[in-house]
């Protein structure tokens, strides 16, 4: 199976049954991603933007790991801290990701500078988590902050889009959203809504583990004033 799956083009097994996810339901099986052109409507422009993001939505029901998305909820649960990192578009999905938790009652950080990222991510040991978040799973900025978690001994979630990448690899858990290669035009839309929504299950999982910290989280935020 592996030779065959390469034969057409794949790297692997794994990539090949991802694929299969993607597309299951559709006509277009192998069909390579669409590139825009300078002269596509606006029409088209959304039209390619929703059939991305509906991709890459699609390709999660198989792409997803269960027994890693449960470890990675357990471990954010019982962390001391969590960070967050992401570079460029990822770097969105990584605040989202700080919010969620946050309002959770997880004491979860986010620091955009790389540096100071590097720094505080030596700083940390064990009983600590660190999300990495990067699509191609090959961004120089957050593999050296995932390599410092590692050296560190912190717990190293990566929500990734692909198996087989240095991130992947170098994560204790990788949580493999699956969308397939895409255009960089739209790279942005396929690939975060996809890693939005495991955030949201892991958001979603933990409050259901952990409801009294969820409610103590909840109270805090209750007279905050709306600035608004």
């Known amino acids: 199976m592996i030779r065959a799956a390469r034969a057409i083009g794949f790297s692997g097994f794994t990539e090949l049954k991802i694929e299969i996810a993607r597309v299951r339901g559709t006509a277009e099986f192998f069909a390579p991603s669409e ?3 300078a002269d596509a409507t606006t029409a088209t422009v959304l039209e390619t933007s929703i059939r991305a993001g509906t991709d890459a939505l699609n390709a999660l029901v198989g792409a997803v790991d269960i027994t890693a998305l449960d470890k990675a909820v357990a ?24 919010f969620r938790l946050r309002a959770l009652g997880v004491t979860t ?20 988590v660190v999300v990495a978040v990067s699509s191609t799973g090959r961004t120089p900025t ?9 050296a560190a001994g912190a717990s ?14 170098l994560a204790d858990i990788a949580l493999v959203v699956g969308g397939a290669p895409l ?23 933990l409050a259901l583990r952990d409801p009294e910290r ?11 004033p709306d600035l608004a």
């Open 35 to 37: 590139t825009l052109t």
């Open 214 to 224: 969820s409610r103590r989280a909840e109270r805090a935020g209750i007279d905050l």
């Open 142 to 150: 957050t593999l050296a902050v995932a390599d410092a978690a590692a």
């Open 183 to 205: 255009p960089a035009q739209m790279a942005a839309a396929g690939s975060r809504l996809a890693q939005l929504v495991v955030i949201d299950a892991l958001a979603a999982a």
């Open 156 to 169: 190293l979630v990566a929500v990734t889009n692909q198996y087989g990448t240095p991130l992947a690899a």
């Open 109 to 128: 950080i986010s620091i955009p500078d790389y540096l100071s990222a590097m720094i505080a991510t030596r700083l940390l040991g064990p009983e600590d």
């Open 75 to 98: 471990s954010i649960q019982g962390a001391r801290q969590v960070i967050a990192f992401g570079a460029g578009p990822s770097a969105t999905v990584a605040a989202d990701a700080v």
